[in-house]
């Protein structure tokens, strides 16, 4: 997938000045840089190149700007692997697998936990959740040991099983639309050599050792699919390879007791996973944990010179600390605006674009992992998402909207689709309803006479008739955000265009 250089993009491609990328999966062709090196830098080796910037020390004096603007580039770089770091560091503290507070799923390392039932609308872990399905999460350390992965029997019920390396890449095609078998899978990292036990149905390589899985199985919003669904989830598990006897595990996952969560009711949006003022203590680690992908040596050259040169100098560290403590009131903030993640759709409407195969779009990477944080691949899932009407206006729950979808024209999926409505730090917006998306989920939508369907947003009921097509809103400011879940073409390939959202 092409796509136009955005400022961020080249920010972290000036740096990059020394570097001519191969193509190669996952990569953005405009960032495919071509350098003509003169005489002397051909006779140069390549490694020697980068060599020398890593091999920067105090005695180089570098431009207070260029050091704070290189601390810039690697907070932008850097922020999804902090994320992911400090995301493993918390929830592997679980003494077994449960749910923390009874709303999230957690798990000690090398395991997971799963939901028996919609992820409850006070979780505070990740922005946009969903609740179309149920979820699952696990962490790893996979140069400790492997994990197997259980696949129950699901039947004709949607189901992916999304796996993320450290750079928030998805590894590994686990799930319905890849024709996924029941059974066992391996998880293994970059640097494991062992043998593949007998019995296991396919073996998927994590690039970084830090892994985690979320698995997604899709429920109707009834009874009797909540009682139906119980005998999948239990059999859904993670296990060190050590564990494996070649026969399915069954976990309780209603049964499981709680765990408490001390931080329970602190947070009014997301947790902030990562602390500017702490994140050069922890960006070597990125830099040892997170291989470089080609193209990236003497971007890795910058950053490792950048950081001994803090190291040697507090004023330094100081100077680089402050300088990411003011980007993240600004650009960090400003990423829960849906203008600035992905591309246009249509009708005020921005859509998803690299999701989960980032390669070396940054800044939509970023954008994610600021705004809504482990979205699965393209083929996967389709987002789209809006702040505004039709008109431009800014979606206020003071107001009524209504949301129509012409006849034939419902997000046309293999899986599901829903509408979710999210507060404005993108999270559930608690309610007497308790109903937070509608979509293929519901069995009481009630379309207009013409086959068109109208959903309606709002603080207000749109009447007794309508009730049941209604997304309570809060009194600010919010936003709308379908997903399609294992698109047809037409969704990949962008001939649809969401519907039209304006006043009621």
Not at 216 to 237: G, P, S, Y
Not at 262 to 285: C, L, M, R, S
Not at 325 to 348: I, R, T
Not at 421 to 440: A, I, Q
Request: one cysteine or more; charged letters at 20%.
């Amino acid at each position: 997938m092409e796509t136009k250089p955005t400022y961020g993009m080249l920010l972290i491609a000036a740096i990059l000045f020394s570097c001519n990328p191969p193509q190669k999966e996952n990569t953005i062709s405009t960032m495919q840089m071509q350098q003509q090196p003169d005489s002397a830098a051909k006779q140069m080796p390549r490694k020697a190149a980068v060599t020398q910037l890593a091999e920067a020390s105090s005695d180089v004096i570098m431009h207070p700007e260029y050091i704070k603007n290189l601390a810039r580039q690697a907070y932008m770089w850097g922020y999804p692997m902090v994320n992911m770091i400090n995301r493993r560091n918390t929830i592997t503290q679980a003494p077994h697998p449960g749910l923390l507070g009874g709303v999230l799923p957690v798990a000690p390392m090398g395991r997971l936990a799963m939901l028996h039932d919609y992820i409850d609308p006070a979780e505070t872990f990740v922005t946009c959740p969903n609740q179309d399905v149920v979820y699952g999460l696990g962490f790893f350390t996979l140069d400790k040991q492997p994990v197997v992965i259980q696949v129950p029997d699901v039947g004709d019920r949607f189901w992916v099983y999304a796996i993320y390396d450290a750079r928030t890449d998805q590894v590994g095609k686990l799930g319905k639309p890849y024709g996924s078998k029941p059974g066992f899978y391996l998880l293994h990292g970059p640097n494991w050599k062992g043998k593949v036990p007998d019995g296991i149905q396919g073996v998927i390589r994590s690039s970084t050792e830090l892994a985690n899985i979320i698995p997604r199985l899709f429920m109707d919003d009834t009874d009797e699919d909540r009682v139906a669904i119980q005998k999948q989830l239990n059999q859904v598990t993670a296990y060190p390879l050590s564990e494996y006897t070649g026969k399915m595990q069954t976990v309780d996952w209603k049964a499981i007791p709680p765990i408490a969560n001390p931080a329970a009711g602190k947070n009014k949006g997301e947790t902030k996973w990562v602390i500017p003022e702490k994140f050069f203590d922890q960006f070597n680690e990125v830099l040892e944990i997170v291989p470089s992908m080609p193209g990236e040596e003497a971007l890795y050259g910058q950053f490792r010179a950048m950081m001994k040169i803090a190291a040697e100098k507090p004023e330094v560290k100081k100077m680089i600390t402050d300088a990411v403590v003011e980007l993240d009131k600004s650009l960090m903030k400003d990423f829960l605006q849906w203008k600035y993640n992905g591309k246009p759709a249509g009708n005020g409407w921005n859509r998803s674009q690299n999701n989960a195969q980032w390669g070396l779009d940054y800044y939509n990477r970023l954008g994610t992992s600021r705004s809504n944080m482990f979205d699965n691949r393209p083929n996967e899932t389709q987002y789209f998402y809006t702040d505004y009407t039709i008109a431009g206006e800014k979606l206020k729950g003071v107001h009524n909207y209504k949301v129509t979808f012409p006849a034939g024209q419902l997000p046309p999926v293999q899986g599901f689709w829903s509408l979710t409505l999210y507060n404005d730090v993108h999270l559930f917006h608690p309610n007497n309803l308790k109903r937070y998306s509608l979509g293929t989920k519901n069995k009481t939508l009630v379309t207009n006479p013409d086959g068109s369907l109208t959903l309606y947003a709002g603080t207000k009921s749109p009447g007794k008739d309508k009730e049941a097509n209604w997304l309570p809103a809060p009194t600010g400011d919010f936003s709308l955000y379908i997903r399609a879940y294992w698109g047809k073409e037409d969704i990949l390939n962008g001939m649809w265009v969401p519907p039209v959202v304006e006043k009621y």
